[in-house]
């Protein structure tokens, strides 16, 4: 029987020692008897350890015959497998209809990613003729099951009326729904909605509230944002040291225009002593970063002697 195969390979599953790779070796044999019997999670098992070469060789080539015994009795997660490697050119020439087959059988047993892919391939005419409307259900499918990339297409889609009349409370809806899940772009993106207030009202309070968490999560123009408004004083009260240390969260990171506003201030010591060596050294960096404005702003001061 399967099961008897399958006892011994649980056993090694459930034990966290340091002889990792001996344990692997012996679950893949386990696997291997029970796949050859045609149990269908240990053909995906088996695929798994050969596609990441755990516990086996890595073969691709086997990797992917696993994955197909296993998709052709309706295995979702290698029916899944599948629509990557042929997507991806892993172990297989690539071949995306292929791929939009392994995908769609996958996404009609309501496998998220598969759901996502699906999309992402009508969205872009890959594989499939371009068809934003079968993206957007696609990406529907998954949202609704808390997919937060998802999410974060739909807003985009409806924010720009792309395969959708524009419908910007819409865009909000679905940003909203990822950013609650910690997602730092479509914080960013609710910030800078709230902030421009196009198609919705000015709230420059809320926008530093969504600014904020996609900030803290090191996302470069939402710290860069949070500078401006601190600097300028909009939706809160001016603090310049505050301007300073955003802007220099995103500057050492490489934002451009960050170490640009950066330089600006220790030049004309405002919210700093004024500094106008270290102004030039954030110059430069803004310079090596590609804005011209730093570069005439270094080359000035080095002229000058500084």
Known sequence: MVYKYLKKLFF??????????????IAAKSYQKAAERGHTTSQYHLGLLYQEGK??????TTAISWYQKAAEQGHAISQYHLGLLYQDRKGVRQDLATAVTWYQKAAEQGYVIAQYHLGVLYQDG???????????SWYKKAAEQRHITS???????YQDGKGVPQD????ISWYQKAAEQGHAISQY?????????????????TAISWYQKAADQRHITSQYHLGVLYQ???????????????????????HAISQYHLGLLYQDGKGVRQDKFQAKEWFGKACDSGDQNGCDKYRILNESGY
Not at 15 to 24: A, D, V
Not at 126 to 136: E, L, N, R, S, W
Not at 232 to 254: F, H, M, N, P
């Open 168 to 171: 910007v409370a819409t865009a």
């Open 232 to 254: 300028d004083g909009k939706g809160v009260r001016q603090d310049l040291t505050t301007a300073i240390s955003w802007y220099q969260k995103a500057a050492e990171q490489g």
């Open 151 to 157: 999410q974060y297409h739909l807003g985009l889609l």
């Open 55 to 60: 516990g086996v060789p890595q073969d691709l």
């Open 12 to 25: 090694y599953n459930r034990r966290k020692r340091s002889y990792l790779g001996e344990s692997l070796t």
């Open 126 to 136: 890959k594989g499939v003729p371009q068809d934003v409307a079968t993206a957007i």
């Open 189 to 205: 993106h609710l910030g800078l909605l709230y902030q421009d207030g196009k198609d919705v009202p000015q709230d420059l309070t």
